[in-house]
């Protein structure tokens, strides 16, 4: 209780954070940007939690939440409310750098891109542990699904790095705790409801982007 107090974070859990990529859909299946933006900031507090040596994998996305937030303070906010309403809006304006970065460094698209890209990863990461025995390694389980998705947008070094700090990763039981779910049966149940919609809100992104040859955005 006093450590919760002290802290200046509230304390992360997990079923907040997937409530809010549940959320993030709307009825005609377009993804709200401030929920799709809150839960990756739930999962920033959870990486925060780990310890330092994760700081550099939390700060880039700290940085691209920030960009996200930014553009939905500015004046052209509302353009932003949706991931599909950004798409439009910043294509019609011709405010995306599709060939090299120049003009638009800090795009919506090409931020919302990179955070797409560890979805994939968060995707393919939260089924292993759903499905893991209880003798499976989180480093494991972390590194199998960051080189299944991640790491093929990643230069040598940062995999190189991404792979030491997976090594710094704590036990599954330890993790488990630290969700803040209950036990780990109640733990599997939850990540069972939520993965469709995780899955979901990844495939109508990567639909959209496709449609739209935005998948390379550099
Ligand atoms: C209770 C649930 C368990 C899961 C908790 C997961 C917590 C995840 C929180 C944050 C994930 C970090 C997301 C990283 C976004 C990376 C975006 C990216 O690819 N950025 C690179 C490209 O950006 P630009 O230069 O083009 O602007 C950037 O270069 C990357 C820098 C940092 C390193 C990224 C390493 C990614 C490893 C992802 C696995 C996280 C492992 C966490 C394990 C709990």
Redesign the pocket.
């Known amino acids: 209780m006093a450590d919760a107090a002290l802290s200046e974070e509230p304390k ?1 859990c ?1 079923s907040e ?1 997937l409530d809010s990529f549940k959320t993030c859909l709307t009825e005609n299946k377009e993804i709200i940007i401030d929920q799709y933006v809150a839960g ?1 900031r739930g ?2 507090r ?2 925060n939690s ?1 310890g330092t040596i ?1 700081s ?6 700290v ?2 939440i920030q960009i996200m937030v930014k553009h939905r303070n500015d004046v052209n906010g509302p353009r932003y409310v949706t991931v599909q309403s950004m798409v439009k809006y910043e294509l019609d304006n011709g405010l995306v750098d599709l060939t090299k970065r120049s003009s638009f460094p800090e795009s919506g698209c ?2 919302l891109l ?2 797409h ?2 979805l994939r ?2 995707e393919l ?2 089924e292993r ?1 759903r499905t893991s025995a209880e003798d499976s390694k ?1 480093s494991v389980m ?1 590194s199998e ?2 080189n299944e998705s ?1 790491a093929q ?3 040598w070094l ?1 995999r190189k ?2 792979g030491m ?2 090594c710094a ?1 704590p036990g599954r039981s330890t ?1 488990f705790e ?2 803040n779910v209950g036990t780990p049966e109640q733990v599997v149940v939850m990540l069972g409801d939520a993965l469709p919609l995780i899955s979901e809100v990844y495939q109508l992104t990567e639909d959209l982007y496709l449609k739209h040859k935005l998948l390379d955005i ?1």
Request: charged share 15%; net charge positive.
């Open positions: 992360f997990l954070v990756w999962l920033t959870f990486m780990l994760f550099f994998i939390s700060k880039d996305a940085d691209k090409r931020t990179r955070l890209r560890a990863w968060l990461f939260l542990l989180t972390c699904a960051y991640l947008f990643h230069p940062i790095a991404a700090a997976f990763l993790f630290v969700m550099p």
